[in-house]
């Protein structure tokens, strides 16, 4: 959860331009953290955020997370927005957002490397919310970043994928995306982590996959000498 008083609700169009160096504090517990820690009802749209997460910096406890360009989105659009850079982070690391509730995102591009060593990780969606109403709706994102659950005991325990890790409930519709990365682990991570280039582990809700597509040579090239486990379901 994020705080509530501590949201964008209105229209940003980033025209095509780039923000670079983004670091983001040690964020209090149960916290996200984004370029826009929360949208609420608002729109993003043509936008670059280069950054390296939580970076180096002291990490908190307890349920939080970071992805590049929103920590969470409720009733929101991100739409043509790219994450660049190397995301690390522990609990919930992403590309362009951590947690979604009837929330749209369209066009969106992850090329940062993101890795975290805690339950999951996602190119570009962590999570969608088990209090969804509508339908929330991925439709033609890309990842061709490294996504990577390294050493930790629940290290991709609730899933490691290109595109959502983790729906805790509520209906999403994956259209049209694509993994062009390496999805996996590295080093001791869980017994139990789940690995897939699109959806890892559908817990709980209901999903729709239309016309999604993976490129097991790209996601090769990505792995490198790194890999310790590849999954190629879709």
Excluded: M, W
């Amino acid at each position: 959860k994020t705080d509530p008083t501590d949201y964008f609700s209105g229209i940003f169009d980033g025209k095509g331009h780039k923000i670079s160096n983004v670091v983001f504090s040690n964020a209090a517990a149960n916290n996200y953290r984004g370029f826009f820690n929360q949208i609420v009802g608002g729109t993003v749209k043509n936008l670059t955020v280069e950054t390296t997460g939580f970076g180096t910096t002291s990490l908190p406890s307890g349920e939080y997370g970071c992805a590049a360009i929103a920590g969470a989105a409720y009733n929101a659009v991100i739409e043509n927005c790219v994450a660049e850079g190397t995301i690390t982070g522990t609990h919930n690391v992403g590309g362009i957002v951590v947690r979604i509730r009837d929330t749209k995102l369209i066009n969106c591009t992850n090329e940062a490397d993101v890795t975290g060593s805690y339950t999951k990780v996602g190119g570009i969606c962590v999570l969608v919310d088990k209090h969804s109403v509508a339908t929330s709706l991925i439709e033609g994102c890309v990842n061709t970043g490294a996504i990577t659950a390294k050493d930790g005991e629940n290290a991709g325990r609730d899933g490691v994928a290109g595109i959502v890790a983790y729906t805790e409930g509520g209906a999403l519709t994956i259209r049209n995306c694509a993994n062009e990365g390496f999805v996996g682990t590295k080093g001791t991570v869980s017994s139990t982590a789940k690995v897939n280039q699109i959806l890892a582990y559908p817990y709980k809700g209901t999903q729709t996959l239309i016309g999604n597509t993976i490129d097991i040579s790209a996601a090769v090239r990505k792995a490198g000498k790194a890999t310790t486990k590849l999954d190629f379901d879709s």
